[in-house]
């Protein structure tokens, strides 16, 4: 069999469209799951015993299924159970935004604990407010070190968007996909497209080790 690379050059249009759509819905996701995560680490360290207890089900949940089985429940089930139809963007906004907030609860609730109970009890003796405390002091220095882990979890996400073709979304994996079967040419179409993840992935995975390194520098401080 011979490789012809060049026909992918005629498809570079629809793999950017495809492109656009997945860092799209991942940017959406990360948005929204890194402050659902960041309640749900609030939640986690609270004192209440039915928000800690609700919040670690909902966290073991998502982080002990498969992402795809929670897309497809989600794309199928969901619909018959709310009476409602939804888009394949819908629910894959709604999949991966619910387990990127699972994931990075637990990186945020790593985050609070690092903050030390010294101030804490300074900003009660201050008479900060509970919302002032946790937007003003607990908050910056919880993304500050959680934001190495933050990133693999952004990356992770990045790669698992992959599985959202599976309900039709006309992302990257889904046009390489149609590319690859209209073509006849599976090896260099789905090479490519395994190349673009990994040519936006790998430099991501270097800057989490820098970045690492400087905070650990500015915490030294």
Not at 24 to 38: D, E, P, Q
Not at 120 to 148: E, I
């Amino acid at each position: 069999m011979t490789l012809d690379f060049a026909i992918v050059v005629k498809y570079q249009d629809a793999l950017l469209l495809g492109l656009w759509m997945t860092l799209k819905l991942t940017l959406i996701c990360i948005l929204f799951g890194c402050v659902l995560g960041f309640l749900l680490a609030l939640a986690r360290t609270s004192s209440n015993v039915v928000l800690r207890g609700v919040s670690s089900v909902y966290v073991e949940f998502f982080r002990g299924t498969p992402v795809l089985v929670q897309l497809f429940w989600i794309f199928f089930c969901l619909p018959l159970v709310l009476g409602i139809e939804l888009s394949n963007l819908a629910s894959g906004v709604i999949a991966l935004t619910l387990y990127m907030g699972a994931i990075s609860s637990e990186t945020f609730r790593a985050a609070l604990k690092a903050v030390g109970r010294e101030q804490m009890d300074a900003c009660v003796a201050l008479g900060l407010s509970p919302f002032a405390r946790t937007t003003s002091v607990v908050l910056p220095q919880a993304v500050l070190r959680a934001a190495p882990t933050l990133l693999s979890n952004c990356v992770s996400l990045f790669k698992e968007s992959a599985l959202v073709s599976a309900v039709g979304m006309a992302d990257l994996m889904f046009v390489g996909q149609n590319i690859s079967n209209n073509t006849a040419r599976p090896i260099e179409v789905l090479t490519v497209v395994a190349l673009i993840y990994f040519a936006i992935a790998f430099p991501l995975t270097r800057a989490v080790t820098v970045m690492e390194g400087c905070i650990l520098k500015k915490l030294a401080i």
